[in-house]
């Protein structure tokens, strides 16, 4: 199995940033398509962006500009930085991410963080 942790939320006034960060780990062989989504209260999970292995980035258009997502292969590792956050920014924000692992067999699964909280004051 993979497990994926994510590192960086937190409480932030309008205008400031965050790096929110997120590492699998487990029997990886390869992860291909990373991604960031977020939860706002009452608000169904939204696809932030999200990072192809070799491809280009797609971000949802209320963060173009202002978000970027990143990532380091040889970490298994995806990185979120916000900047000038907005109070509208606020939500539990997930990472995801399409991974083919396995022991002696190669399997393909989609995997989940459990969350982190980032709040956006005004």
């Known amino acids: 199995q993979v497990q994926l942790l994510e590192t960086g939320g937190g409480l932030v006034q309008a205008g400031g940033s965050l790096r929110l960060s997120c590492k699998a780990s487990?029997?990886?062989?390869?992860?291909?398509?990373v991604a960031w989504y977020r939860q706002a209260p009452g608000k169904q999970r939204e696809l932030v962006a999200s990072?192809?292995?070799?491809?280009?980035?797609v971000y949802a258009e209320s963060v173009k500009g202002r978000f970027t997502i990143s990532r380091d292969n040889a970490k298994n590792a995806q990185y979120l930085q916000m900047n000038m956050l907005k109070p509208e920014d606020t939500a539990v924000y997930y990472c995801?991410?399409?991974?083919?692992?396995?022991?002696?067999?190669?399997?393909?699964?989609?995997?989940w963080g459990r969350g982190t909280q980032v709040t956006v004051s005004s």
């Open positions: 487990g029997n990886i062989w390869i992860i291909n398509t």
């Open positions: 995801n991410a399409n991974v083919g692992y396995g022991g002696q067999s190669y399997r393909r699964g989609d995997f």
């Open positions: 990072l192809p292995n070799g491809a280009s980035a």
